[in-house]
Every structure is written in structure tokens, then in C-alpha cells.
């Protein structure tokens, strides 16, 4: 994944949120992107997830241009997995259910669905919370089910934000393991917006942003790790 | 589960609003299915009638589509009827009429001897003989709603009759109505000599009708001669009555369909978040359409449904009401839910169409960040 020169206006320029990005991931590598709000962490994810344009700049995957991509609904479906800080699961749908939304779009029988939504909520500790509609559950209860959601698909970058912003402490850090065990498990590349310190220490490489650009960008030093 | 789950559930997010749309579609089906049931009545109960009658082919005046032809001179077609494919011919006269305190009764005058009379099943009381003794045989809905009995006198316009007999007829219309010897309503009325019908019936129905209408065409111009459906469809009175019977409910089927419109569009505002989620985990325009035009079609179709049933108890409450009872049905079969249902589906996809395409238009980007 590479982006080159992202620039993002909004407004016809009046804002500017990001200020010509340079940013390469490597496949399989986890990424935190740190900095103060309104630095631009939630536009940057956005473009990186093809939810949004940049307004110049390109931005690659597999070395190919997302503009160039025919089908991004299908590349969205397909190569990303999305975690919200407000969750964002559909009220009316049970956990399961949730799980399910994204498979509608790779073919998935509704059995395969099923079944794959079941295991997947069993592997994030929800085995016994299937038919709970979201209202039903604790906030880190709602965020597994969106990690499970976000994995439907296996998507080959999963792209956080905030995961843990809207959490106590041990849920935040239930969540934390588990993006931890995803990487271990699929070597997912994740790109993880935080402002959880604890975030920080648990990936190789943090991103520091600040007013539309990165003002450092390496391995975290080992005094910040304890 | 699958996408029609997620409709059906979204129906109950709002219930109050749902009911409003369906009950608005409602509306709508229940008219058609109650005044085209009754349209289609009142042309089966014309048809009825002629079946009845025995009547292959009925003669009027061209110029008349009224359910009442202007009277002719029946000896103007005598040369017409000397044919070997007619069996038998009965004229008849016919008016609506004012008879006792009502202001309109259909009033038939019938020649005697002839097969018309044949049909009618006397309940109690006999045929009215013609001459010099007035009389009148009358409805079974008639009698009932004048309060006559046999051997009372009965005032039609200013003429006095005695009640020779109460009958019931398999034509609807006719158990409402009152019948007399051609020659005593051609008096009555003031038409010595004239008919407004001439019902025949033929030898070889099937091959006899071009025949004969051929016959008519060649011999007297000015008329026309067609089989009971030929007059019943072309009974400008049916027409009116068809016409404006689609046009009131096509009326009330739009009104609903734009309530249907009105729900799912409010319905896609307040869900922009949730599209904009489902566009960010990936799924195609096309399919947020097809779940917004799947909920919108569902809505009017339970709107279609229901409204199937209103019509029915609707069409079947007035069929009993004083106005219309034993003088019309309404013809409420599987071609008018066809209609009904298909009229349904139509305008459910049709008014989810701008709901959907305004969902699809969604930036995934914005809709997350709305509130
Ligand atoms: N749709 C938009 N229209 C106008 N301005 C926007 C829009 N989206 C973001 N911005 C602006 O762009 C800047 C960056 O926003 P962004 O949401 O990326 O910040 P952030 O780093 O994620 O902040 P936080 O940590 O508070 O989530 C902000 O100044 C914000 O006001
Ligand atoms: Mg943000």
C-alpha cells in the first residue's frame, strides 16, 4: 500500500486536512497512526479504505492505482476490513447477523454465511451472545462484534479507528489482544488510528501526525514501550 | 439470514409509520378492487340479464348506447325478422319511472305472448294478462321495498295497476323492477306502437349471430344488432360507470404510492448512517438500491393485500345496503386480484425508485461522519 502526495481539501480548499501525504506499507505490517484531533487520522483511513477521493495524489494497492480500480465496492468488500470508534453496527440485525453483512457480497451461501458468522463471533469470545441484538450489548462486546464483522470477508488490510476510544480499559484491552492475535494468525496488514498509548507499544511502527502531515514515522523508541 | 430479512425488520422499526403507508395503499387497492367489482358487476348483471332472457342477439337503434335506446316503431323492422335463422322475437319497452313515492323504477313493457316470460319464476301470483284488466307483475326487491302484496293497486306515473304476481329472475335487475304487457306500457307511456329492444333468439346461435347482423345491416340502416356482452360493453351507462371508477381509484392508488415514497424517503434519511456502513464494508450501489426498492415493494404489497380484503368486505357491505341489494353484485374474481396485486407491485417499485437511487447516491465517506 502506497500513498503518494494525498492531498484532501474540504470545503473548496477552506480546509485542508491533509497536506501531501507520503505513506508505504508493507504487506503484513501493523501500522499506529498517532496525533493530536483534527490532525487528519480519520480523512487519512478514509482515503486509505477508498471510502473517499484524495483531491490530488495517488493512492496504490498491490502497486495498482485505486482511481484505475473499476469495482472499489467490490475491492472494499473484498481487501478491507473496516473498525469503527462508534462500532457502527446495524441496530436491527443481530450479532450474527451483523457478522453476515459483508458476505453478501462474496457469494456466500446463507449457510456458509451462517456458519462463517458463528465461528467467527466464537473466535472474538461471543459464542454465546449470537442472537443479541446491539442495544443487548456492553460496548466491548459491540466492538468484537465489529472485529468479527470487519474479518467477514478476510480482508487483506484492516483499517482501524480508534478501536478502542470508546472503551474501559479492559475491554480496550481485550480488543487490543485481539487485533494482536488477527496479525499473528493472518499477518494482516493493519493500519491502527489511536490514542491509546497502549496501542502504540503493541506494533512495530507509529505514525505521527500533525496538521495534515507526518512529522515522524519509525519504530517506536524502547523507553516508550514499558 | 438474507437482504428480505433485514427489509422485513426495518418494517417494524417505525411501526405507526408503516401502518399509515400500508393502510394509504390500502386505500387505494380497496377502491379498485370495490368499484371496478362493482363496474364489472353492473355489465355481468346486463349480461345476466340477456342470458336469462334466453336472447341471442338484441336489436337497437345505432345511435343509442344508453341503457335505455330510444323507443323505434317495431313494425319498421318486420321485412328484418322474416328470416329462417331467427326462432323467435320479443320486443320490448323499457323506462325508468316514477312509481308511487319512488321517482325511478325500471318499468318494463314485455309482448306478450313471447319467450321473456318465460325466465321469470312466479313466487306468488301469475303473469298480468293483458287487456282491458291492468295489471302488473313486480319484482321480488320491488315488492319488498314498495310494500306490495298481490291484489294491490300500484301507481305507476298516473296510471293505476293491479298486482298480478311477485316473481324473482335470475337478471338481477330485474327482481328491482316492474313489468307489464308491451301494449299497457306503450300506453302508459305515451309510445303506441313503439319498442326501445328487440331481443331474438336464434336457431343456430353460434353461426346464426353474422348472419343476422348482416341481414340487419343490409335491410335497415340506423341499427345495430349485438350479442348480451356486445351490449353490455358498449352501454355508454356501463362506460361512464367503468371510467370513472378507475379514474377515482387510480386516483387513490397514486395518493398512496406517493405516502409510499414519503415513508421510504424519510426512512433513507434516517438511515444514512447505517448505508454509508454498508457501502464502507463493501456493499455495491446496486444492492443498497434493491434493499430500498424491496422494502418499498413490500410496503405496498401488505398495502395491496390488505387492500384486497377492505375492498372485499367493503364491495360486500354495500351489496347489502337498501340501495343496492338484488339489484347488483359486484364481480370481485381472480382477474380483479390480479389486477389489484400487479397494480400493487407496480407502484411499489415505482415509488421506491427515487428512495433508492437518492440511498445509492450516498458518499460512504459523509454518511459515516453525519450524526
Ligand atoms: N467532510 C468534511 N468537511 C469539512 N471538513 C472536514 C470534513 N471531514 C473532516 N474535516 C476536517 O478535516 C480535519 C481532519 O479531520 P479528521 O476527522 O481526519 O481528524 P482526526 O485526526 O480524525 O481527529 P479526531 O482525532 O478528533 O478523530 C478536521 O479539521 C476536520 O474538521
Ligand atoms: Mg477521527
Known sequence: MELRGVVKEFDDGRVKALRGLDLTIMGGEPVAIIGPSGCGKSTLLQIIGALDRPTSGEVLFDAQPLQARRNLAAFRAREIGFIFQSFHLIPTLTAAENVEVPMFEIGLSRKARRARAVDLLESVGLGHRLEHLPAQLSGGERQRVAVARSLANTPRLLLADEPTGNLDSASASRIIELLVEIHRLHATTMVIVTHDPRVATRVGRVVHMLDGSIVSDGPIETENRT | ?371
Open chain 2, 1 to 371: 439470514m438474507t437482504i428480505a430479512g433485514m427489509v422485513w425488520r426495518n418494517l417494524f422499526r417505525r411501526r405507526t409509520r408503516t401502518l399509515l403507508t400500508v393502510l394509504g395503499i390500502s386505500v387505494g387497492v380497496a377502491a379498485v378492487v370495490a368499484l371496478i367489482g362493482f363496474a364489472q358487476g353492473l355489465e355481468k348483471v346486463w349480461q345476466e340479464a340477456y342470458k336469462a332472457r334466453g336472447t341471442d342477439l338484441v336489436v337497437t337503434k345505432v345511435t343509442s348506447r344508453s341503457p335505455l335506446p330510444v323507443p323505434f316503431e317495431q313494425r319498421a323492422l318486420q321485412e328484418f325478422l322474416d328470416c329462417p335463422s331467427i326462432e323467435a322475437s320479443a320486443a320490448l319497452l323499457s323506462d325508468m319511472m316514477g312509481v308511487e313515492d319512488s321517482s325511478a323504477v325500471l318499468v318494463f313493457g314485455w309482448e306478450k305472448p313471447s319467450f321473456l316470460w318465460d325466465h321469470l319464476r312466479f313466487l306468488e301470483g301469475r303473469a298480468p294478462e293483458s287487456g282491458a284488466s291492468r295489471e302488473a307483475a313486480i319484482g321480488r326487491i320491488a315488492a319488498s321495498s314498495l310494500g306490495k302484496k298481490i291484489g294491490d293497486i300500484i301507481q305507476i306515473e298516473f296510471e293505476e295497476f293491479t298486482v298480478s304476481g311477485i316473481f324473482e329472475s335470475p337478471a338481477l335487475v330485474e327482481n328491482g323492477a316492474i313489468v307489464l304487457p308491451l301494449e299497457q306500457m306503450q300506453a302508459a307511456t305515451g309510445r303506441e306502437g313503439k319498442v326501445n329492444f328487440l331481443n331474438l333468439r336464434l336457431k343456430d346461435p353460434p353461426t346464426g349471430v353474422a348472419e343476422v347482423k348482416a341481414r340487419l345491416e343490409k335491410l335497415h340502416q340506423g341499427f345495430s344488432a349485438l350479442d348480451s356482452a356486445e351490449v353490455a360493453s358498449r352501454n355508454s351507462g356501463i362506460e361512464i360507470v367503468r371510467a370513472m371508477s378507475w379514474a377515482t381509484s387510480l386516483l387513490a392508488l397514486f395518493v398512496g404510492m406517493f405516502g409510499v415514497t414519503n415513508t421510504m424517503l424519510m426512512s433513507v434519511f434516517e438511515r444514512v448512517k447505517e448505508i454509508g456502513i454498508l457501502l464502507a464494508i463493501g456493499w455495491r450501489r446496486a444492492r443498497v438500491m434493491g434493499m430500498i426498492l424491496l422494502e418499498s415493494l413490500l410496503l405496498s404489497l401488505i398495502g395491496g393485500v390488505f387492500g384486497l380484503l377492505i375492498g372485499i368486505c367493503i364491495a360486500r357491505a354495500l351489496e347489502t345496503a337498501d340501495l343496492l341489494r338484488g339489484r347488483l353484485k359486484a364481480d370481485i374474481g381472480p382477474g380483479l386480484f390480479l389486477v389489484a396485486m400487479s397494480l400493487s407491485v407496480a407502484l411499489g417499485l415505482l415509488a421506491g425508485v427515487y428512495p433508492a437511487w437518492r440511498a445509492s447516491r450516498l458518499q460512504p465517506g459523509d454518511a459515516l461522519r453525519s450524526e
